[in-house]
């Protein structure tokens, strides 16, 4: 159906002469919708709709409260979005910005030039101002300016003594100090600017002792300029709109002030679930994440700080989240206790464990996990098609294998003398799986190994000679896995050039490293596969077996078990 323009339009343009053809062609419709509009002798109207029921409705009176209770604030869509959840709000967060883009006039926003900082480089600090019914509120807020981790804290003035006790606690909160500290020109941190030289400033004393206890160079932005600290400034507003405005709403309805102490009272929780944990707008990472790579190119903080500090232990529980250890254990590379140590802390605690069984625990499940990720990459980087195991090999059936050595092979007792093993049988005995399964032993075992077929094996080697990179491939896949198995020798015969790259396998290997190698043939007949050359088989098979076990399967296929079972014989040619 066209729109009320389309066929007016239409109109128009056969109005001015135009032949139906060319109105088709320039408004894209067929010959008979042009037909069809142009007998109407009126012109269709738009008819009036009843308006359509929202399942954000129910929940407009609140919301219309909550917006009337932060006036001339505003609270973000985010923040109401998560309280009308909290009340069976079923619906997307776009309904409710929709209904509240009608209630909110739209800012018209300057462009601003954004500087980057390398990590641990710059912290920008700020007090900002908020207001509350006859007295203001005072809020002491540091971003760092790779990461965007920010600390806050409140205060009921601005004087040197809270910039100095901001400063101390946002360095334990991040961990570590910054190499630089960028202020804006306020009269309690710079005495004088250009006192001495330009570019050269009148500090406050103790901003300077700060500044000497703690290793940062203070730094300050231009008169008039501050953007040039955009990255607090910016954190400024977020922390007014997402958590002054709601904090200040919620206790206006019950006709209670925001305060320092009710503000310091949920600000810890705020950073630690929200603020520091949002996807940033310009890294789009988290802080929290980012801060990680900070904190290894902090200043240390001084030896006096790093146990109880300045900071008070009820101040310190209330500012600092859990994080900063986790940052610190990340550090360590203890990933695993990191994330799952406030888990265990609780769980041993509640069992009345002491802190000896939370230690071990933790540093049992720390290695369990490592273990596990080393097992992945391993086999990641093995090759093995498939898993084998010794309990999925069917010794019932495979009579003709050696059961006794078999499973002694699966000590692996054989991979740190570097000896190697040959399974040696007809088609279809279990070679393959037997030496897959000891693959995969040996990669839960945290072996290196490496699994590859003779044919892909003459192919690679062939490609990295050709290409003058038969060194670096021999270290690389050769050499480096403590197993590397080979399988089915003997099923394509080499040429004379890949039976000289084959024997410097097995010649570097020699008393270096495990390999086992499946064959259906007989060493008596390995010659055939090595361009029919018997000196340099026989100097290859003197390697591979001074330090090797035989394994000789015999028997029918596997493979041919479940014909047998319903009666179907294999054709033997004769």
Not at 98 to 123: C, D, H, N, S
Not at 285 to 305: C, G, M, N, T
Request: some cysteine; overall charge positive.
């Amino acid at each position: 159906m066209l729109t009320l323009e389309q066929t007016v339009t239409i109109q128009i343009l056969h109005q001015q002469g135009k032949s139906i053809k060319a109105i088709r062609r320039e408004l894209g419709v067929s010959r008979n919708t042009v037909r069809k509009y142009l007998r109407q002798k009126e012109t269709p109207q738009y008819r009036r709709t009843q308006p359509r029921t929202s399942i954000l409705d129910p929940y407009k009176p609140y919301l219309l409260q909550r917006v009337n209770a932060a006036h001339p604030e505003w609270i973000p869509a985010v923040v109401l979005y998560q309280e009308i959840l909290g009340l069976g709000y079923p619906g997307k967060i776009r309904i409710l910005r929709e209904y509240l883009a009608t209630l909110k006039p739209v800012a018209k926003l300057e462009p601003v030039i954004r500087f980057e900082t390398q990590p641990g480089q710059q912290m920008q600090v700020d007090f900002t101002t908020i207001r509350r019914h006859h007295t203001t509120l005072k809020a002491f807020v540091a971003t760092l300016g790779y990461s965007r981790a920010t600390f806050v804290k409140f205060y009921d003035h601005e004087r040197t003594e809270a910039w100095i006790d901001g400063l101390e606690h946002a360095f334990q909160f991040f961990g570590g100090v910054p190499q630089e500290i960028l202020f804006d020109n306020a009269k309690t941190i710079m005495i004088e600017r250009d006192a001495y030289h330009e570019g050269q400033h009148r500090w406050n004393p103790k901003l300077l002792d700060c500044a000497k206890k703690y290793g940062f160079r203070p730094r300050v932005c231009k008169p008039y300029r501050a953007q040039t600290k955009g990255k607090v400034e910016r954190f400024n507003g977020y922390l007014k709109s997402s958590f002054i405005v709601p904090l200040k709403a919620s206790l206006k309805t019950s006709g209670l002030l925001l305060d320092v102490d009710v503000a310091n009272a949920h600000i810890g929780r705020w950073l630690h679930e929200t603020a520091n944990q949002r996807i940033h707008a310009t890294t789009q990472e988290k802080p929290a994440i980012r801060l990680q790579q900070e904190q290894q190119r902090f200043v240390p903080l001084p030896q006096s700080d790093t146990g109880s500090g300045t900071v008070p232990i009820a101040a310190a529980q209330h500012v600092m989240p859990y994080e900063s250890l986790q940052h610190q254990l990340s550090k360590l590379s203890l990933h695993t206790v990191a994330s799952q140590w406030s888990h265990h802390a609780q769980q041993t605690l509640g069992q009345d464990g002491s802190y000896a069984d939370f230690v071990e625990a933790m540093l049992m499940h720390e290695y369990t996990a490592r273990q596990q990720r080393s097992q992945q990459v391993l086999m990641k980087l093995s090759g093995l098609p498939q898993v084998k195991t010794l309990e999925g090999y069917d010794f019932n059936y495979a009579l003709g294998a050696p059961k006794s050595q078999v499973v002694e092979l699966f000590n692996l007792s054989f991979i740190p003398r570097a000896e190697n093993v040959v399974f040696l049988g007809a088609s279809g005995v279990g070679k393959t799986h037997l030496s897959m399964a000891l693959g995969y032993k040996a990669i839960m075992n945290n072996v290196k190994t490496k699994f590859i077929t003779a044919a892909d094996l003459m192919l690679q080697l062939s490609t990295a000679y050709q290409q003058g990179k038969l060194k670096t491939y021999m270290q690389r896949v050769i050499l480096a896995p403590k197993l590397l198995i080979i399988d089915e020798i003997g099923y394509l015969p080499f040429g004379r050039e890949e039976a000289n790259l084959f024997f410097n396998v097995i010649a570097k290997r020699y008393e270096k490293g495990s390999t086992i190698l499946t064959s259906n043939l007989p060493f008596s007949q390995w010659s055939k596969s090595f361009a029919d050359d018997v000196t340099l088989t026989a100097a290859m098979l003197d390697r591979l077996l001074h330090h090797c076990h035989v394994v000789q399967i015999s028997g029918e296929s596997y493979r041919l078990k479940d014909k047998k079972r319903i009666g179907i014989q294999p054709q033997v040619e004769t």
